[in-house]
């Protein structure tokens, strides 16, 4: 899964620009205009995306962009934070399987699995691989 959402922007009456998330609406935000708002865009997302790990709902599936819309990324560890999450979460792992399955302590794989700490990509990669899952990075041009 690709973890860039479409949000909507729309202008308040102050002038300043409004992003909402269909496909997350908890991940509400604005600025002065269309870049701030951009800008903000992407944290509110990733915050409330960290909540849906916190609270242990599903993440949600990114909806295709309509021509109106914009999509926002989340940080590339958090995304492959997020994909270990789910996978975890359909194929019932817990965080003592997942220690086991890495030869490495449940305490590391708490640290490691958590969205908000920082944790080296090549780590998050590996367990990934241990449940499945590939990633690829792709970069695009803004």
């Given at each position: 899964m690709?973890?860039?959402?479409?949000?909507?922007l729309t202008t308040d009456e102050d002038g300043g620009v409004v992003v909402l998330f269909p496909?997350?609406?908890?991940?509400?935000?604005?600025?002065?205009?269309?870049?701030?708002?951009?800008t903000m865009a992407e944290d509110a997302?990733?915050?409330?995306l960290v909540g849906y790990v916190h609270a242990q709902w599903a993440i949600p599936t990114p909806s295709q962009p309509?021509?109106?819309q914009e999509?926002?990324?989340?940080?590339?560890?958090?995304?492959?934070?997020l994909a270990l999450y789910s996978a975890m979460r359909e194929q019932r792992i817990s965080n003592g399987e997942l220690a086991s399955r890495l030869k490495i302590s449940e305490?590391?794989?708490?640290?490691l699995i958590d969205p908000e700490r920082n944790s080296p990509i090549a780590q998050v990669q590996k367990a990934l691989q241990v449940v499945g899952r590939s990633m690829m990075v792709e970069v695009t041009a803004v």
């Open positions: 690709i973890y860039a959402y479409p949000c909507e496909d997350v609406p908890e991940a509400i935000t604005g600025g002065k205009d269309r870049t701030e708002a951009l997302l990733a915050t409330a309509g021509t109106s999509l926002v990324a989340v940080p590339a560890v958090l995304a492959a934070k305490s590391a794989v708490q640290k």
